[in-house]
């Protein structure tokens, strides 16, 4: 499951720093950075966010001035060179505070930490919403300058090819630029899960799963380090381990 975050600090190195940092983590999807809280706050009104590295010494608007102005708040993990903002910071709900300088080892801890925060509300809502009415087992994706049909239950597995996807079916596979997040809101689900930064898989279609990879088939796909507990939960969440 991909958690579309956004930066605010008005230090260009530090803002620089945490697009590094995020850009590293393969469930991080970096959707916006900047330098000005306002303008942060204008981007979330149009754009889902689910988590926000902020900063809170800022000149236009600090970090917590910006909390304390948002009504619908994502998670946040608040980053800053000063410790006394800490328990105001906690007051706000927030999930982590990271003391400047950040080391990358401590800014995954945090990153984990609000992962499972995340994933576990989502299944959460996942599990008592109603699945919507339909009969469509199927989609149409672009590939050779036509529109191919795809029957998700002929989809063995999806691999990921820098800016295009391959996917592979039970008797073509089909290449399309397009990236996974476009693609997962295409599909059902429950049915698909990320297993690696490179791989997508339906679930109905693994025959056996070792403890770093998975078979479908002939097929042996990897289960990436970042993907592994969220995979093995959602396994366990739907009865099936």
């Not at 800016?163 to 997040?181: C, R, S």
């Not at 339906?202 to 990879?213: L, R």
């Amino acid at each position: 499951m991909l958690i579309d975050c956004i930066t605010i600090d008005d230090e260009p190195l530090a803002l620089d720093q945490m697009k590094e940092y995020i850009e590293k983590v393969p469930y991080l999807n970096l959707t916006g950075f900047f330098s000005s809280g306002l303008k942060a706050i204008d981007f979330m009104k149009e754009h889902k966010v689910d988590l926000m590295f902020l900063d809170i010494q800022m000149d236009d608007l600090t970090g917590i001035q910006l909390l304390e102005t948002i009504t619908q708040k994502p998670k946040v993990i608040l980053t800053t060179a000063y410790d006394q903002y800490a328990i105001k910071g906690y007051e706000l709900n927030i999930s982590d505070y990271l003391l400047k300088p950040i080391s990358f080892e401590r800014f995954v801890k945090a990153v984990n930490k609000t992962y499972d925060e995340i994933t576990e509300k989502k299944l959460k809502t996942r599990i008592v919403k109603k699945p919507p009415c339909t009969d469509r087992n199927f989609v149409f994706i672009r590939a050779d300058y036509k529109m191919i049909k795809v029957v998700f239950s002929d989809i063995l597995f999806v691999e990921g090819l820098k800016d295009y996807l391959k996917i592979i079916t039970a008797g073509k596979t089909i290449v399309t630029h397009m990236n996974f997040k476009t693609l997962e809101q295409m599909l059902p689900e429950n049915d698909f899960v990320r297993v690696h930064k490179s791989f997508l898989v339906p679930v109905s279609k693994i025959d056996s799963i070792g403890k770093n990879s998975l078979d479908i088939g002939e097929h042996q796909i990897p289960i990436g380090d970042f993907y592994k507990k969220s995979f093995f939960d959602a396994m366990n969440s739907e009865g099936l381990l």
